[in-house]
């Protein structure tokens, strides 16, 4: 099995924190690191945005869903289940976050082949605090 799964709970916390999950699907860490090089992960990621690299994040499958289904719900794509209806009842992170008072924001750059949109159903009501729609 590829996905290994160290599930702990997210704790509220009683300062403002920022959570933010960039994903560059074109590219694993590895390749990430091959391609844009190692100044721009230290340079500017990690000095500049405080930011948390994941080290062998790599793709699961051939395109960007499962891929997506892997980080953002912990489940395999068949796991996940249906992939042409809706989503509101899937147990994607944003929901944990919200649940310990972060507020939280889905959006993609391009609307139109949006992962829970393209082919499928999306969401029946709004989900995530933001949502660039």
């Not at 990690?46 to 690299?53: E, Q």
């Not at 997506?68 to 912990?74: G, P």
Request: contains cysteine.
């Amino acid at each position: 099995e590829f996905l290994h799964l160290n599930k702990t709970a997210i704790e509220k916390s009683s300062t403002a924190v920022t959570c933010f999950y960039r994903c560059f699907d074109r590219a694993d860490g590895d390749d990430f690191q091959l391609k844009y090089g190692e100044w721009i992960e230290i340079t500017i990621l990690n000095s500049m945005y405080k930011s948390y690299i994941f080290e062998g994040m790599s793709k699961v499958g051939d395109n960007s869903y499962p891929n997506a289904v892997a980080f953002l719900a912990a489940k395999t794509r068949a796991e996940f289940g249906d992939a042409y209806g809706y989503f509101d009842d899937r147990p994607l992170i944003w929901k944990d976050f919200a649940q310990a008072g972060y507020e939280t924001l889905y959006a993609e750059d391009f609307v139109d082949f949006n992962l829970f949109t393209y082919l499928a159903k999306g969401f029946r009501t709004k989900p995530s605090d933001h949502y660039l729609r």
